[in-house]
Nanobody, 124 residues
Framework: EVHLVESGGGLVQAGGSLRLSCVASGFKFDDYSIGWFRQAPGKAREAVSCFLSHDGTTYYAESVKGRFTISADNAKNTLYLQMDSLTPEDTAVYYC?????????????????WGKGTQVTVSS
């Protein structure tokens, strides 16, 4: 059974940094598309950064390029999202996600597995 547990969210001032972690169990990273999505109040859930462990293919939303970095520790089955230069527009619940298969998945409507989310709040 697939489980995803996020941690690392919190309150930070604009310009600050946070690192999110997602401990995964029940599957191997190499067999899945894994990533981070977020949902702000009143907005649709959107892909932030997604990753294919088997070939290194990486996606970043335009709004986070150059500020966020996704990484994975396959030995620990842990996915990370380093978030730098945070702005109030980054405030959202951040979700870890996993979708079986070898194609990069950035559409939230097709993702099968979700964590419960971790709140990130950036104050101005």
């Amino acid at each position: 059974e697939v489980h995803l547990v996020e941690s690392g969210g919190g309150l930070v001032q604009a310009g600050g940094s946070l690192r999110l972690s997602c401990v995964a169990s029940g599957f191997k990273f190499d067999d899945y598309s894994i990533g981070w999505f977020r949902q702000a109040p009143g907005k649709a859930r959107e892909a932030v950064s997604c990753f294919l462990s088997h070939d290194g293919t990486t996606y970043y939303a335009e709004s986070v390029k150059g500020r966020f970095t996704i990484s994975a520790d396959n030995a620990k089955n842990t996915l990370y999202l380093q978030m730098d230069s945070l702005t109030p527009e980054d405030t959202a619940v951040y979700y870890c996600a996993a979708e079986p298969g070898l194609a990069l998945t950035t559409a939230p409507e097709v993702v099968d597995y979700w964590g419960k989310g971790t709140q990130v709040t950036v104050s101005s």
